[in-house]
């Protein structure tokens, strides 16, 4: 199990949202930090193929990011993201399992596991904009693991969970994370602490930092911050 | 294929849920419900004060009418019309006058066919002494003169004479209300039914980005091809179901209230420019056939110019106000090809004037109506707009 | 920030100020009036809504020679669209998520709702206000058809939708609203297959009901939107 990122690029007119990137995951949980407008949905949107690249080429075990058998492996949560305001809880994840190809059957029986699993069982007849944003943001997470994903890329899966939800949360990515690649952005430090087995910084659309941090001596806030301090010292 | 079916499905809930679709749909139906009884809602005024109810005004004629049904339009008729006329005062309002309604209501569609068979006035026709052949003879001078006025080729000319000649002569009067209705009304509803397709089909691509679902659609295995295909069909099938609704609906009522009489009357009866041996009932079924196919190709229109406006907004706007330059504007007799073409836009073509014209699409020497060419040009056009649109679908990236 | 500029501006602290709150109390805060205030508006009114109003009055400043008989229809069809100018924009706050932004503010959203809705009021009424005159002056229909038949589908519309946007939220609100001006507008230019229909005393009276109706209806859910902005939901 590989994802490949090769010199991956993004220009928007003037600006490098994302600049020269390549690097290859293997199975784990890759924290990506970075401050907002960092460059890290811009990168997530590509390895996630909805988002054409300037230059460079991402893969998976071979794969093409533009082949439906990547998409097929894919589980994605986006920052921003809606609903179907008409549609239930259970008819939003039906949905999206046709959309990622689930014969019916195992969808009806997946999408029963995961409500059980992101606690929206109970909710589960209700209409989504019934629901609060924490609500909504676990039935995002659901419908990204539908297709039990190999490559499973989550943009602030955070927003808008309260602490109980977020620890919650965080055990579920650490199970995830032994059997595929979970790549998770954030720029809360605490969500990703105790979980990453690789930290990535992004700072203006590059990798300041790569690398395990559980050999350091100091918390990941802290080595975070060195890092920014370093950068700046190095300009 | 299940997931395509269950993709497919999910895409006609996405529309048919919508509030707006619901109060849009009961709109349609109320309307081409309510409509055909335009004639017989209200009451008649003198003075300012109601006199009669419309209602009780056309049972009566309509009692007369259905007297009539089953006449030849010969000598006997023709002469027992004029003679009915003759007692009615030759005043501006003169089918407000009692004489009329006692003596000539009944034979007014009669009257009426005569007059426009003939091209006289009012007046011409009190003092006019009229025979079976001259009637028609003079009805055949009469659309030889309007094919000429037309700007028609000889071949178009010779086609719909032939045409005519197949329509059997004299005519039989049937008492036919029910179809008179259905083809008078069929512009409102045709109209309607246009401007409900832009108001549900609008928002379909477009919609993903404002509900900020398109990332999760296009990141999933399935949220290219196969979505697309499904929205295309959801639209297509939403606009054939919209058609076959209001024609139903309409069919229903106009038979249900009108009777089912005067399937067979020469259509030519009641629109007197219609050389074409059809009858009112054929040509009722034929409208709303041609609108199914109009109705199909203006859906994949709307939805294809969405993906490219990226806004349901503008593309329900540009679709409004394209629906209503088309009603409103018209080209002259003269400009014949300009016109031909504007006439069979879909969004213009269902309509009684356009659909039966004289205007024919030579291919080989042969004359093709309207309604033999362009279905296979809609499906054509259908096909074309699905492929591009498929196309600039697959290539969408949030860029 | 390098080191050596951290230790140079360690060195040299500018001194703390004194007497600052005695210099700033010596300037008098000028403050906007309202009136100010509600003429500051019109420059935020969109561009589009202008170039709207100005495209109605020319077009119903031409139909009579462009349209000749059609004249009273294609005017009255114009009517519904002027009603989607002035509801959609005096609904830019909720689509655009500003409402919350402004309800904090000293001039709140109720005081911007109430200005947008004085200009864009006042434009509609001066639209209405000649192309219903002139309407009745110049079309064979009598003068009290043609001007119902014009003023109807303006308050129609603007009731709809005013209705609309105090039950919906966002863009959707305005999707709806546009549908319905144009539905309304489409069945104002059907209308003119069958004029005998229309014009007469049987008909004058609902037009007047309708027209009634919908004027009273305008009036009230305008009343009932600026009351609205009181209690603002969080969940929209």
């Known amino acids: ?235 | 294929m299940s997931n395509f079916g269950t993709l497919f499905r999910y895409e006609l809930k996405k529309i048919v849920s919508r509030k707006l679709f619901i109060i849009i749909a009961i709109l349609l139906a109320l309307i081409t419900c309510l409509a055909p009884f335009s004639g017989v809602i209200g009451s008649r005024y003198e003075n300012g004060t109601a006199v009669e109810s419309y209602f009780s005004y056309y049972m009566k004629e309509q009692s007369g009418k259905r007297a009539l049904s089953g006449r030849t339009i010969d000598r006997e008729l023709i002469e027992e019309t004029l003679a009915a006329y003759s007692k009615v005062p030759n005043v501006l309002r003169y089918s407000e006058t009692p004489e009329y309604r006692e003596y000539a209501l009944a034979y007014n569609e009669v009257y009426t066919f005569i007059r426009q068979s003939l091209s006289i006035s009012n007046e011409e026709m009190k003092t006019r002494v009229l025979g079976e052949e001259e009637l028609y003879r003079r009805k055949a001078e009469k659309l030889e003169e309007y094919l000429n006025e037309s700007f028609t080729t000889d071949s178009e000319k010779e086609f719909w004479k032939n045409q005519y000649e197949k329509i059997e002569k004299p005519f039989k009067y049937y008492y036919h209300d029910a179809y008179e209705r259905l083809i008078d009304g069929f512009m409102t509803v045709s109209v309607l039914t246009m401007a409900f397709l832009a108001t549900v089909l609008s928002g379909i691509f477009p919609g993903e980005k404002a509900t900020k679902t398109e990332e999760l659609i296009l990141s999933s295995a399935r949220g290219r091809k196969p979505v697309y295909a499904a929205k295309m069909l959801a639209g297509i099938t939403i606009s054939l179901g919209t058609v076959l609704a209001v024609g139903i609906l309409s069919f229903a009522v106009c038979l249900g209230f009108y009777g089912t009489e005067g399937f067979n009357l020469p259509l030519n009866f009641d629109v007197n420019f219609v050389m074409y041996p059809l009858s009112v009932g054929q040509g009722s079924l034929m409208l709303y056939g041609m609108l199914l196919i109009s109705a199909a190709l203006w859906a994949v229109f709307i939805m294809f110019v969405s993906e490219f406006i990226k806004n349901g907004m503008a593309t329900l706007s540009a679709s409004m106000l394209l629906l209503i330059v088309t009603n409103m504007v018209s080209f002259p007799v003269s400009a014949r090809v300009l016109g031909q073409i504007w006439g069979w836009l879909p969004l213009n073509y269902p309509s009684v004037w356009n659909m039966f014209d004289e205007r024919t699409l030579p291919i080989f020497g042969k004359c093709f109506t309207s309604w033999q060419v362009l279905p296979i040009i809609y499906l054509c056009l259908v096909i074309m707009l699905f492929f591009f649109g498929k196309r600039k679908y697959e290539r969408l990236s949030r860029e | 920030m390098s080191k050596l500029e951290k230790e140079i501006k360690a060195a040299f602290e500018a001194p703390k100020p004194q007497k600052k709150e005695e210099f700033l109390s010596r300037f008098e805060e000028k403050q906007l009036s309202l009136t100010k205030f509600i003429l500051s508006q019109a420059g935020y009114i969109g561009k589009l809504t202008w170039f709207g109003f100005a495209a109605i009055l020319i077009c119903a400043a031409l139909s009579p020679v462009t349209v000749n008989d059609s004249a009273l229809w294609f005017v009255s069809s114009l009517m519904p669209i002027l009603a989607l100018l002035l509801v959609s924009e005096s609904a830019r706050s909720e689509r655009y998520k500003m409402a919350e932004l402004e309800a904090v503010t000293r001039f709140s959203l109720r005081s911007v709702l109430m200005a947008r809705m004085v200009i864009l009021g006042g434009m509609g009424l001066i639209v209405l206000a000649i192309c219903a005159p002139a309407v009745m002056f110049l079309c064979d229909y009598p003068a009290i058809f043609s001007g119902l038949f014009v003023v109807t589908p303006f308050f129609l519309t603007s009731a709809l939708g005013l209705l609309t946007v105090r039950r919906i939220k966002g863009q959707a609100a305005i999707y709806s609203v546009t549908a319905e001006a144009f539905f309304v507008s489409i069945l104002v230019l059907l209308a003119r297959n069958c004029p005998e229909r229309y014009m007469n005393p049987g008909m004058i009276k609902v037009f007047m009901i309708v027209a009634a109706g919908s004027l009273f209806l305008t009036v009230f859910e305008g009343i009932c939107r600026i009351k609205g902005t009181e209690e603002i939901t969080w969940s929209w």
């Not at chain 1, 490098?16 to 401050?35: P, R």
């Not at chain 1, 894919?74 to 809606?82: A, E, S």
């Not at chain 1, 539908?146 to 602030?156: G, S, T």
Request: charged share 30%; aromatic share 8%; hydrophobic share 40%.
């Open chain 1, 1 to 235: 199990m590989e994802l490949v990122i090769e010199g991956l690029s993004k220009n928007f007119k003037d600006t490098k949202a994302v600049s020269d990137i390549s690097v290859t995951l293997h199975k784990g949980v890759y924290g990506l930090l970075g401050a907002n407008g960092a460059g890290k949905s811009t990168l997530m949107r590509m390895i996630c193929g909805i988002l054409k690249p300037s230059s460079g080429r991402v893969s998976f075990d071979g794969m093409d990011v533009s082949e439906e058998g990547f998409r097929a492996v894919l589980g994605y949560l986006p920052q921003d993201f809606g609903y179907y305001p008409e549609f239930k809880a259970r008819d939003f994840l039906l949905y999206m399992a046709a959309l990622k190809a689930i014969p019916k059957k195992e969808a009806l029986a997946r999408t029963e596991e995961l409500l059980e699993l992101v606690g929206l069982k109970e909710v589960s007849k209700k209409k989504i904009k019934t629901f609060s944003g924490g609500m909504k943001q676990r039935l995002g997470i659901a419908q990204a693991l539908l297709n039990r994903p190999k490559l499973l890329v989550l943009d602030e899966p955070t927003a808008g969970l309260d602490p109980k939800e977020r620890v919650r949360f965080r055990n579920l990515i650490e199970k995830t994370g032994h059997d595929c690649i979970v790549i998770l952005s954030t720029h809360i430090v605490s969500d990703i602490e105790h979980i990453s087995d690789e930290v990535m910084i992004m700072r203006e659309g590059r990798f300041i930092y790569q690398g395990k941090w559980t050999d350091e001596q100091t918390s990941l806030e802290d080595f975070y911050l060195k890092q920014f301090e370093e950068a700046e010292e190095d300009e």
